[in-house]
């Protein structure tokens, strides 16, 4: 009977805190969310054009193939070609996923035994940490440094006779760190030295800011058997709810990924993947333009996140839409969150969701909001720290 009410398996997935949030924030009317992980605009015109054509075909209501329409995995092929250098060909497949988290767990699936090891780095993106737990794998956490950047060296360190694979994903959520284009390289060696896979997660591959240059590993010569790199079109193209992502994997590992994604999905979307089609008719010029605007809201943030002073840390990354920052403080980071949405109407996530332990992190998430609506939202938090934390 107890097996039976707590199977363990499950019983060692951490359980989100987003939804443990979005209820404080729905008890404090009037707040303002940093707790968001997606973009404020929603997909370009194009995509909802495309919709029409998949109603004027009735074999689009019926089951279509595992890994993705034709028409969207060669407009995939091309994209990856030429914005990624990455080239589909004999050692690699793309196959269309219901998001970039269920490519993810493809990936994991596909590539491990039950008790085998995954490398991930902390600060991790908790769904990876869930999904390697689920599938019966041990999570293998690496700090990154002060600034959250890679340490190839204490990867190659945790390797052990049960790793599978290196996870890292630029630019990071939570982190907002992107990686320089060496220690990609870097990782991606160790990697095809030791017989590992190297997954990447690229969902914010446009978001970069500043000098940063964003880099795919799979476009390193020799790559593709042991390279596999995550996409979605959920943040660059504001589809997160169309759940559409797409993965590049060694062919070898297709046949799994198959049966996977056969046994839970049977094929993604076809509505959804008619969109997908649309938005890629118009392009990344979409995103570019709706990035800018985010590449504003985060100078808002920066500069009224020096107003706090020493209390709170901020390595200043340049990609995706977050900060993660530290508070000089001895409250729990759920304690502190707690308060700044009760007391001050501002919601953040904490930072020991995605595996950091030690001192007080926050993440600060900015994709959805407008540069006033960021302003309040700063002043709200930097004035609740001071308060909270004198
Ligand atoms: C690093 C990273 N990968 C994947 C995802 C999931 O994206 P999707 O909506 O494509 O499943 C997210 C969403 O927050 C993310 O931050």
């Known amino acids: 009977m107890g097996r039976m009410q707590f199977p363990l398996r499950m019983q060692a997935v951490q359980t989100p805190v987003i939804p443990v949030v979005a209820e404080l924030i729905r008890n404090s009317p009037g707040t303002i969310s940093l707790g968001q992980g997606v973009v404020g605009y ?124 290196v996870v890292t994903i630029s630019p990071n959520n939570p982190s907002g760190a992107v990686y320089p284009e060496s220690a990609l390289r870097e990782v991606n060696r160790i990697c095809r030295e030791r017989g590992l896979y190297h997954i990447h997660d690229e969902a ?16 390193i010569p020799g790559s593709a058997r042991h390279t596999v790199s995550l996409f979605s079109l959920s943040k660059a193209y504001g589809f997160a709810s169309w759940r559409i992502g797409y993965m590049v994997a060694p062919k070898g590992m297709f046949e799994s990924i198959r049966k996977i994604q056969d046994t839970i999905l049977i094929c993604p979307p076809v509505i959804s993947q008619f969109a997908a089609v649309g938005a890629l008719k118009t392009g990344t010029a979409y995103c570019r333009e709706k990035i800018a605007d985010i590449a504003r809201v985060r100078e808002v943030v920066l500069s009224e ?35 700044l949405i009760e007391e001050h109407r501002v919601a953040v996530i904490p930072g020991d969701t995605f595996g950091l332990e030690k001192g007080c992190f926050l993440r600060l998430g900015y994709g959805a909001l407008d540069c006033e609506t960021a302003r309040e939202a700063m002043r709200r938090f930097v004035s609740g720290l001071k308060e909270i934390c004198k």
Do not use: W
């Open 204 to 219: 914010y591959e446009y978001f970069v800011y500043g000098g940063a240059r964003h880099f795919s590993p799979a476009s």
């Open 305 to 339: 996140l020096k107003k706090a002073g020493s209390i709170c840390r901020v390595p200043e990354t340049q990609g995706a839409f977050y900060f993660l920052v530290q508070i000089d403080t001895r409250l729990t980071p759920m304690k502190l969150t707690e308060r």
């Open 42 to 165: 929603p997909p370009p015109q194009s995509a909802f054009d495309e919709i029409q054509a998949f109603l004027q075909d009735p074999e689009n209501h019926k089951y279509r193939p595992v890994q993705g329409i034709p028409v969207l995995v060669d407009a995939l092929t091309a994209k990856l070609r030429s914005e990624n250098g990455i080239n589909v060909g004999d050692g690699n497949t793309v196959v269309v996923t219901a998001g970039g988290n269920m490519a993810f767990m493809n990936a994991i699936l596909a590539m491990t035994d039950p008790g085998d090891e995954i490398i991930l780095q902390t600060p991790y993106y908790f769904n990876h940490e869930m999904a390697v737990t689920m599938a019966g794998c041990l999570p293998v956490l690496v700090d990154t440094d002060g600034q959250f950047q890679l340490q190839p060296t204490r990867i190659e360190a945790a390797i052990t006779q049960r790793t599978r694979a």
